[in-house]
């Protein structure tokens, strides 16, 4: 809907919006926060070379020969695809600007990136031509049954993932779940009868106020029911051409008096490693 003085209680300054929406996204994506690192390209495709396998040393007598087979190789490539909104604002609002009101529109922005970076990255199992693949459409991951949520009463499940994840020389820096299965977890008690909780809800990181296992959690309810995600946040990439730009242009609405102001980014994500990655789900 069209931003006008009748329906916004302030103004807003469209030039006021890059650093603005910048400064947020890092702070509005989880997977940014949790510890993903950015790469910036200027390339329409960012390749980068991957070791698949180290080669073997030996215990070698004195004048052995010790030449062998190399590292084997291949690449990583991505593609950053387009992830944009547009707003429409009335010049007369435009006009009256206010400082506070930039501040919360860029906020609005913000987050609507974030949540589009997030919601690919934990829920898009296969990449197209305008949205990127995210952690449900990599191969060769981890993956662990919890047995039955309802009947949850141990960690088990979890150790599982950082310990299988650490025995392919990774670890598990941040857990992904949603709020309903952070709860479940979070109300366990260390015995029957016991109201000592299990997890104690005070050892998070600056981070995140929440751990598990010594790993901070962060929730996100792009994550299905009953799924946790444990990722070696190292071992992941978030691709991005150009980073965020912002553009005004009175042009397209020029008979009707408005401002349009775009805000987008190019991103796609790499995850180089995926024994760095381990999937736990539960049935009901």
């Not at 329409?44 to 698949?52: F, L, M």
């Not at 084997?72 to 206010?98: F, M, Y």
């Not at 242009?249 to 987008?264: G, H, L």
Request: negative net charge.
């Amino acid at each position: 809907m069209p931003l006008y003085n009748t329906n916004t209680p302030d103004a807003l300054t469209p030039t006021g919006y890059g650093a603005l929406i910048l400064n947020g996204l890092a702070e509005e994506s989880i997977a940014r926060r949790s510890g993903v690192a950015q790469v910036l390209t200027d390339s329409a495709t960012w390749r980068a070379p991957r070791i698949t396998a180290d080669p073997t040393a030996i215990w070698a007598a004195e004048g052995e020969d010790l030449l062998g087979d190399g590292p084997q190789l291949d690449e990583v490539i991505a593609t950053p695809r387009k992830l944009a909104r547009a707003v429409t604002v009335s010049q007369e609002l435009a006009a009256d600007s206010n400082p506070s009101a930039v501040a919360e529109v860029g906020r609005s922005l913000a987050r609507a990136l974030g949540s589009g970076l997030d919601a690919a990255f934990f829920t898009s199992a296969t990449a197209t031509a305008t949205k990127p693949g995210g952690l449900p459409s990599v191969t060769g991951i981890t993956t662990v049954s919890g047995g039955s949520f309802a009947s949850l009463s141990n960690l088990d499940a979890f150790t599982e993932a950082v310990v299988t994840v650490s025995a392919a020389r990774s670890q598990v820096r941040a857990f992904y779940m949603n709020a309903p299965t952070w709860l479940a977890v979070s109300k366990l008690k260390t015995g029957t009868g016991s109201a000592q909780a299990l997890v104690p809800l005070d050892g998070g990181t600056p981070v995140s106020p929440f751990s598990l296992l010594g790993v901070p959690v962060f929730i996100t309810n792009d994550v299905p029911a009953r799924t946790v995600w444990a990722l070696d946040t190292s071992r992941a990439l978030i691709v991005v051409r150009r980073d965020v730009s912002v553009e005004t242009s009175t042009d397209a609405r020029f008979t009707t008096d408005e401002v349009v102001v775009k805000a987008q980014l190019r991103a796609d994500f790499a995850f180089p490693v995926s024994s760095g990655i381990a999937k736990v789900t539960f049935a009901a």
